[in-house]
């Protein structure tokens, strides 16, 4: 009994320092509290210096919710076209014209025929490198049988195309692919010219491959490469990627079949019905008209740059093992016309820089003299890419390339990029490319 007793008053006194100090807790919050009141200034201000989200000077961009605000409307309002659409005209895809399309005679493709023949122009330039890695012809000579050789290439399927007169968009497709390989061609030669140049003044850098380079598994690897630039040897990734590969394919056939859907769809109907518009030159229809079909067209074109630039690309690399993926960068922040036109196809932009840009500033002239050379290239082949397959030669997409010019000056100059200059970017893209097309 004494011992529980003694056990529950040691116990008492165990707990009543504990009671004590938790009575004590809050009356020393209590006491700072009156400090902290009794330090304030009796209107108690609730005011600091700081600026507006808005200003640029506030520091502030987190502004997803209003990027999301703007999706919405995206969504809502082209919803609303594309039911106006519909509603109007119904279903204007065919699934059967396409397939009737296919099943024309071959001779009706003027794809298949200039596809054909266009390999015949490249085995006479690999044939060519042979003979002269083998110093059996001079370079002068050499240089005017390939002047020759590539201006057929360019020109004999005009003629192919005007004459037989087939489907716009396989002539059109099959054009670019007549494009790109005088372009690949071109390369191929500058750069066995270096090699050669460079053996015949001893400057033969360590594990130089040339003319070990020439054969035809080198030389059609760099055909079916997604560059246009040539090199000795290209960097490859370790293996393949099965699902990058099938999901790359799946986007290019899906996006290529929606993309041709929404032009038959969306686009067609409204360019049929601004002909009688654009003859009466009423500039208020005529403004209604462009912007109507800005935003349609605007869409396809992206459609159409991720399905190239992104899944295809992507998808001929991996099968390739094709290391250097750089098909693009950030062009949509681009603040001047200049960076657009060096980031959204980096392709054609390293060819105009390592084979006409660079060599014209070797040899003396000026780099606006550049700049002018490479505009003045890209327009002739933006006019022969869409007059050519449409049969109409009005010289549009030649001015408007060569437009870009004053209006890169604009942006660089006046504008000095910023927010301004990427707006004006965008608004050439979307304003410039419908009226191109009203304009046709």
């Known amino acids: 009994m004494n011992s529980s007793g003694g056990g529950s008053t040691e116990l008492r006194k165990r707990r009543s320092p504990s009671s004590s100090s938790s009575s004590e807790e809050p009356r020393s ?33 987190n502004f997803w919710g209003f990027f999301n605000l703007a999706m919405l409307l995206l969504i809502v309002s082209n919803g609303r076209v594309a039911l106006e659409n519909f509603i109007k005209y119904g279903i204007l895809i065919s699934p059967l014209q396409w397939i009737n399309a296919l099943s ?71 054009l670019a692919v007549i494009v790109i390989e005088a372009l690949k061609l071109v390369s191929y030669i500058q750069v066995n010219y270096w090699c050669r140049g460079s053996l015949k003044s001893g400057e033969k850098p360590k594990n130089f491959l040339y003319p070990s380079n020439l054969t035809l598994s080198n030389f059609y690897y760099f055909l079916l490469a997604p560059t246009l630039c040539y090199e000795l040897k290209f960097p490859r990734t370790p293996g393949r990627r099965p699902k990058f590969i099938l999901k790359r394919a799946a986007e290019f056939i899906c996006f290529g079949i929606l993309g041709v859907a929404l032009c038959e769809q969306w686009v067609v109907p409204l360019v049929k ?39 295809s690309c992507n998808l001929m690399a991996e099968i390739l093992r094709f ?118």
């Open 29 to 61: 919050k209590q006491a700072q509290l009156k400090k902290e009141k009794a330090s304030q200034p009796p209107d108690q201000p609730c005011h600091s210096p700081q600026d507006s989200l808005f200003s640029s000077t506030s520091g502030y961009t």
């Open 104 to 174: 024309e005679e071959p001779w009706t493709w003027p794809n298949l025929v200039m596809l054909f023949f266009s390999n015949i122009t490249c085995m006479l330039v690999f044939f060519t490198e042979k003979i002269l890695a083998k110093k059996w012809i001079g370079e002068k000579l050499a240089l005017v049988w390939y002047i020759t050789l590539i201006s057929a290439h360019l020109t004999l399927p005009v003629l192919v195309t005007l004459w037989l007169k087939g489907n716009p968009l396989f002539a059109s497709l099959s």
């Open 273 to 311: 019905n601004s002909m009688g518009t654009l003859k009466d030159m009423d500039i208020f229809l005529c403004i209604e008209r462009v912007c109507k079909l800005a935003v349609p067209n605007h869409i396809i074109w992206l459609l159409f740059f991720y399905t190239i630039f992104h899944s």
């Open 323 to 440: 290391a250097d993926r750089e098909f693009y960068r950030d062009f949509w922040n681009a603040e001047t016309i200049q960076y657009f036109w060096q980031t959204w196809n980096i392709p054609v932009h390293r060819w105009c820089v390592r084979h006409v840009y660079k060599p014209l500033i070797r040899n003396g002239y000026s780099r606006l003299t550049g700049s002018l050379a490479v505009f003045l290239i890209s327009a002739i082949f933006h006019e022969y890419l869409v007059s050519v397959p449409l049969h109409l030669f009005r010289l549009w997409a030649f001015w408007a390339m060569l437009a870009q010019i004053p209006l890169s000056m604009f942006t660089e100059k006046v504008l000095k990029g910023g927010r301004a200059g990427n707006i004006v970017v965008w608004l050439s893209l979307l304003v410039g490319q419908p009226m191109a097309i009203l304009v046709s």
